[in-house]
């Protein structure tokens, strides 16, 4: 009977692991090959809400707008995360502090993922990006975060409401052009920038 048990634990185990590594891909790639579809919403919330939409970047530049979200993030929160749970491992009373750290690494990562795609379609680079979620957007954009970490750790939620989270950054970008004057400035520049690269 050892024997017996140690091949369905070995199958069991098995089974687990290749439907988290399926899970993590799906959740991975979802982003990436949905980056058309994704934009597409967020030039119809912007046409909604009144912004000036840029020209279209092309599908091959929609791919790669969801690929580098999906890998920016995951680089500069994977690290944290790591070191983070490290310290739990060799300090548990670290886990006070840790946790709340972890989640909201976890928030931000999210929400700069999910901000990306307004913005790539503004042209607005990694360092505008960093440079604008260092002053008062950084609550609003943490909370947004905070809240979509919480829907998308529910099970199947992460690609089932992936569209809506896209929407929701698009309006939170647009409402942050509206209230906080180094946005608007940064916005109306990409806006600037798209008019005068569009032949009349």
Known sequence: WYGKVASSSVVLLGSVAIGL??????????????????????????????????????????????????LLGTAIALPLLLALTLLELFMPPAALVTAPLKFMIVALSLAWSLIDYPLTLRG??????????????????????????????LPCCGLALIGIGVVAATELVGRLGASDPEWRAALEGSADQASTATPS
């Open 21 to 70: 590594f399926g899970l993590f891909v799906a959740v991975f790639l979802a982003p990436i090959l949905s980056a058309p579809a994704l934009e597409r919403l967020v030039r119809a919330r912007e046409r909604a809400l009144g912004v000036p939409t840029p020209p279209d970047i092309g599908l091959l530049r929609e791919f790669v707008s969801g690929l580098r979200a999906a």
């Open 124 to 153: 607005i680079g990694v360092r505008a990006r960093f440079r604008l979620l260092r002053g008062r957007a950084l609550r609003p954009v943490l909370a947004f975060g905070a809240t979509f970490a919480v829907l998308f750790w």
